[in-house]
């Protein structure tokens, strides 16, 4: 046993909880210090030095976007200006980028990375994978790399490597809430270039609610004159809102980086703001007394007044998905209102549709408001009218839970968004619907969780099969705006947090563990703190 150990101490001493494929060679520092962590990585000696004579070889059109982007990366700490090129053969040295669509087992957004004292090569399948591949490499080099200012006398060595990794999920998402607190379009791009560092790939941008409205719609201009001025903290302002310009340019800032933002427009509670700008869309036709309040469905003019809001987002946004909340009706307005009384009443004297199958969820983590039948059903009615509608213009709706208790039709492409309980995921799973774990609390950043209880939560039930998680499109953590007034509370409630999600989104089960995790994360920390990022220490 001794001569074996003092093998291992001459040859490589090998990490516990990093695997048989992470070796340390004696007397270095552990060199896996990745969030999130790869799901293969080897580690061998010497590596390769980046200088000014490094050129940065795109060895396809489609990546020379992402070429530039690592040009730009490094030069402001390492002062090098790194030249960019596409080569018509495959070069022998430097970083090299190149795309190979033989490699189906990356799947979309997998890559390999290969360093050897001659250089680095990031291969893919497709232009997303080369690009998590490039914040591996980020990674791979000291943390001084996210400086803004030259390092001098600094050796920027890439360590020899040979990674091959792959994300768990399809749906690595991050939500900001610039509803009740606004946050201004530097903060949004601040936060995407933060996610990208973190191989997330999903902002969902919570645009509308009872406090405010922060979108341009040209068809209802009173939505942002009006809607737009007042915030969770009961103050007024001016510019409290997205016009339509700004939501293009942060959309193609966030393609740049594979993210994709996802709208959230809340309909048909959380609609205050929206009341406050247009009457005339409340059960009262009067201005909002208090703050919260639904649409009332009970009326056409309400179903119009959505679809045209939802075509401008439609047009703005090419994500495929469009988040329209459906949560947390207060059940007092409608059952004031004549339209909504006598609609509720008719529902409840009719049968279903065959091919409306609700599934009631069971909510134990006090969560949400409980489900009343005649409220679920006009809402029901409302939400499917609003899926269809999305469908027919090649969207896919999403809601939170509350979707499947007032049921889907069966042919609904939605996507569940869970959050009240774990039990949503057995109904969305028993209906093949897709689904995203968001769960209360443990996904929730704004609230005081401990990073280990975010970390150790597995979204996936232990008891669902393996034909069942192929449902899951994936997890995110929620960032809501009540208690943040400013972008450092923003920080401070994120990370570390969000540093958890993002590996539990993208590392295997198998390979995740929190002691490893918190030894990376010390790393991980120091570019947090370059990068300007307020947190909250562990």
Known sequence: ???????????????????????????????????????????????????????????????????????????????????????????????VLKLDDSRVDLGEEGYLLHCTPKGVTITAAN???????????????????????????????????????????????????????????????????????????????????????????????KLTEVGSRSNHSRKSGDGWFYSQADIKEVVAYATSRHVTVVPEIEMPGHSGAAIRAYPELGCTGKPVEGWSAPLCVSKDSTFEYVTDVLDEVIALFPSPYIHVGAD?????????????????????GEKLPDDVNPFRVKVDRKAGTAFHKDVGLLQGQFVRKVDKSLASKGRRMVGWDEIIESGLQRESRAVMMVWRSPHAIVGAVSQKRNLVISIFPDYYLDNGLSLKRTYDYEPVPAELSAEDEKYILGIQGNMWGEGT????????????????????GWSSRERRNFDDFSVRLSTFYRRLDLLGVHRKSE
């Open 1 to 95: 046993m001794k001569n074996a150990i003092a093998s291992l101490l001459m040859g490589g001493i090998f990490l516990a909880g990093q695997g048989p494929l992470i070796a340390v060679e004696a007397g270095k520092q552990a060199p896996c210090q990745i969030i999130p962590r790869p799901q293969r990585a080897e580690y061998l000696d010497g590596g390769y030095q980046l200088t000014e004579r490094t050129v940065i070889y795109a060895r396809s059109d489609k990546l020379k976007a992402t070429a530039q982007y690592l040009a730009e990366l490094l030069r402001p700490a390492t002062g090098l200006n790194l030249k960019v090129t596409s080569p018509r053969s495959m070069p022998s040295g430097g970083v």
């Open 127 to 221: 232009p997303s994978g080369v690009f998590y591949g490039v914040q591996t490499l980020r990674q791979l080099l000291p943390p001084e790399i996210e400086g803004r200012q030259t390092v001098e006398g600094r050796k920027w060595i890439v360590p020899s490597v040979s990674i091959e990794d792959r994300p768990r999920f399809k749906w690595r998402g991050y939500m900001l809430d610039p509803a009740r607190h606004f946050l201004t379009k530097e903060d949004l791009k601040r936060y995407i270039d933060l996610m990208a560092l973190q191989k997330l790939n999903i902002l969902q941008l919570h645009l509308t609610d009872d406090q405010g409205w922060r979108i341009e719609i040209k068809k209802y201009p």
């Open 328 to 348: 947390e009706v207060p059940a007092e307005h409608w059952r004031k209102c004549p339209r909504c009384t006598t609609n509720m009443e008719r529902l409840a």
């Open 485 to 504: 007034p400013s972008i450092r509370r923003v920080d401070m409630q994120s990370f570390p947090r969000l540093c958890a999600i993002a590996e539990t």
